[in-house]
């Protein structure tokens, strides 16, 4: 009997011995675990929490954070109801993505893995687990704001398209029926009457038909400059280019066009070395700015044309003492047809600046303008001029 008595006694000693080493291993494994485990009681009270909960909520200790309602947790009612809800619903929560306040008062997105514990049919309690989301959460709604201002862009270039096919169609409606009136007029003219005129009058309707081919013609590529370049296509030829004969040609060029309406000063020619550069590209970006700047500008006030170059740049600018941009449509003169408010009563398609733009981009250069209202108006702009 004795020696039953001490068997009893041994194997109740390793019973014991094997549930306080089980014991001992879930409390290690409990609070090891990187992620937040709970237990808690059916009217919401703490029955434990793991060490990394209590870090992850911010408190300084266990008790502090167990002392709480976990109703308290919550940033907000909703966000309680929410797995309140859920909870009596389905008996569990799987993923449910909260918010909840830590202890320094700020706000952390939870996801919460948990269940319904029965005893005899009772519920005993809740446990589950907590993993702090906030970074993926953030992570997706800055991809959502993304998309949004993604969609939000097409829209806009959508709406800016719809409002450019708008204005090229009124622009060439416009452009194109002057000269082609004028082509239509002089070759009804010539078929019924021309026999009959003398040559130097047969000449001068040949020269409107030319003129007004010409005109057609010259519009059609500026619409293919610009769309060229918009589709990444616009080819930059480069060649070496004397700039002091080029200005000055150009310049003189220039007067007679404008017919000597204004002074076209030159400033900084003097010793600039060949550049490398597409000629008829650079011609058409100067050619543009300073019919600008006499178009803009009251017959007899000067433009100035200045040049300066480093190794690897030159740098250009046209200045007038015109009328000047208002500031809303600084921002916008660049667009092709875009047209100041002001400008109704002067003739343009709106592409010169677009085709300026575009050219000098082509170039590896950048572009900027400063204007004022009644002073005048200044671009400036850099061209890479390596080989």
């Not at 797995?83 to 939870?110: A, E, H």
């Not at 070496?240 to 000063?265: A, K, Q, Y």
């Not at 060949?274 to 006499?294: E, G």
């Amino acid at each position: 009997m004795m020696r039953n008595l001490m068997q009893w006694w041994r194997l109740r000693r390793d019973h014991r011995k094997a549930l306080i080493d089980a014991e001992s291993r879930y409390r290690e494994l409990f609070q090891g675990i990187p992620i937040g485990l709970y237990q808690t009681s059916p009217n919401g009270r703490f029955m434990e929490v793991n060490q990394a909960m209590v870090n992850m909520l911010g408190y300084p200790d266990t008790a502090t954070l167990m002392a709480l309602p976990t109703r308290n947790l919550y940033a907000s009612d909703d966000d309680h109801a929410l797995w309140l809800t859920t909870m009596q619903r389905y008996g569990f929560v799987k993923d449910l993505v909260v918010r909840m306040s830590r202890f320094d008062g700020g706000v952390i997105w939870v996801e919460i893995n948990g269940k319904q514990v029965y005893k005899d049919g009772e519920l005993a309690f809740h446990e589950g687990s907590l993993q702090d989301v906030t970074d993926r959460i953030r992570g997706q709604q800055e991809l959502k704001a993304q998309v949004e201002e993604e969609v939000q862009r097409a829209l806009r270039q959508e709406a800016r398209l719809a409002e450019l096919r708008a204005q090229f169609v009124t622009m060439t409606s416009h452009e194109f029926r002057t000269p082609l009136a004028s082509i239509l007029t002089s070759a009804e003219l010539l078929e019924h009457y021309g026999a009959n005129w003398p040559p130097e009058k047969v000449r001068t309707h040949l020269k409107r038909i030319q003129d007004g081919v010409s005109q057609i013609t010259g519009l059609m590529d500026d619409i293919l400059i610009v769309g060229r370049a918009d589709a990444g296509k616009l080819v930059v030829a480069k060649e070496p280019v004397e700039m002091n004969p080029f200005l000055v040609g150009l310049i003189e060029e220039m007067r007679m066009v404008t017919r000597f309406s204004h002074p076209i000063d030159i400033i900084g020619t003097a010793g600039i070395k060949p550049v490398h550069a597409d000629r008829k590209l650079v011609r058409q970006i100067l050619v543009n700015l300073i019919s600008n700047a006499c178009k803009y500008s009251p017959a007899g006030n000067p433009v100035r044309v200045g040049v300066a170059r480093t190794e690897d740049l030159i740098y250009l600018y046209v200045a007038d003492q015109g009328a000047g941009i208002g500031a809303d449509d600084l921002n916008l003169i660049f667009e092709p047809f875009f047209r100041a408010a002001d400008t109704s009563d002067i003739p343009g398609t709106g592409l010169g600046l677009a085709i300026v733009k575009r050219s000098v981009e082509a170039h590896g250069g950048q572009i900027s303008v400063e204007s004022r209202l009644g002073e005048g108006t200044t671009f400036t702009l850099t061209l890479d001029v390596r080989p």
